[in-house]
């Protein structure tokens, strides 16, 4: 297994240099072909507590702004992607998070950066992308440019979405030099062994050699986060929402962690 198809999403109000950059490195290490995307909406009209609205020609100077702005980014896409690597580029005035979500049935894997903003017309919430696209979902270290992944943490938990992440990240897992498999012992009762075993059975089998941990406590993403630090892990990969997507929003829970996690690259998928 291994990607062969590539999006890169570059933020409207992102330097678009260490991401493309980044995906450049991705597609070159997995002989993709590289899309690169970038959106962003003007907001509807909308009453405010005076009673003004958003006038027609402001959403038209909106909409030139974000006109004038993908064009620069497709322009940077274009200058920084070598002649060596396959690639096209695509844009909407849209959703960035809708426009990703259709786009991804083109795609092997989604590349973003982990700036998600508070404005959903112009960043990309990663939580929604992670679950609405069927594809993995590579969210980036902040403004970092390169990726080695030769150091893998596995966060593991035996739900649907944790395999599903095993699954997609085998291609990071086979060229990793080290893999471990580490999940939190809440269950007392022998079952998270066993599963850990079976997990590092299946990568075996995959050619991949990987050693399993357990760390003590419950389910917490700031542990699992230093645990990372603690092996210079420079990927995590991980199921998203093991839980309710609301509990996890309204708690935090690992998932949230793992996205507001800006230091570590991460591979999510649901």
């Keep these: 297994m291994s990607y062969k198809s590539i999006i890169v999403n570059l933020a409207v109000d992102a330097d678009p240099a260490p991401i493309v950059k980044l995906a450049v490195e991705l597609a070159g290490r997995f002989g993709a072909h590289l899309i690169g995307l970038a959106a962003a909406d003007v907001p509807p009209l909308v009453a405010t507590g005076d009673g003004m ?12 702004e974000i006109e004038k702005r993908l064009a620069e980014l497709r322009g940077e896409f274009e200058r920084l992607v070598p002649d060596l690597i396959s690639s096209e580029w695509g844009q909407e005035i849209c959703s960035p998070t809708r426009f990703l979500s259709v786009s991804a049935r083109a795609a092997d894997l989604i590349v973003t950066g982990g700036e998600e903003g508070e404005n959903v017309f112009r960043a990309v919430d990663i939580g929604s992308l992670a679950l609405g696209t069927g594809r993995p979902v ?5 403004n970092v440019e390169h990726i080695l992944a030769k150091t893998v943490l596995v966060a593991w938990k035996d739900t649907r979405e944790a395999r599903r992440a095993v ?46 941990e357990m760390l003590a406590g419950e389910a917490d993403g700031d542990r699992l986060v230093a645990f990372a630090r603690s ?37 999510m998928s649901y």
């Design 53 to 64: 609205v958003y006038e027609g020609e402001v959403m038209q100077v909106q909409r030139t």
């Design 138 to 142: 590579f969210v980036a270290a902040s």
């Design 167 to 212: 699954a997609d990240a085998l291609p990071f897992l086979a060229k990793a030099t080290e893999v471990v498999v580490a999940t939190m012992d809440t269950d007392h009762d022998g079952s998270i062994h066993n599963s850990l075993a079976d997990v590092a059975v299946y990568l075996e089998h995959h050619g991949i050699k990987a050693r399993t």
């Design 231 to 267: 092996i210079h892990a420079d990927l995590i990969v991980s199921g998203a929402y093991g839980h309710s997507r609301l509990r996890e929003w309204a708690f935090g829970g690992v998932t949230r962690a793992l996205i507001q996690e800006s230091g570590i690259h991460r591979l």
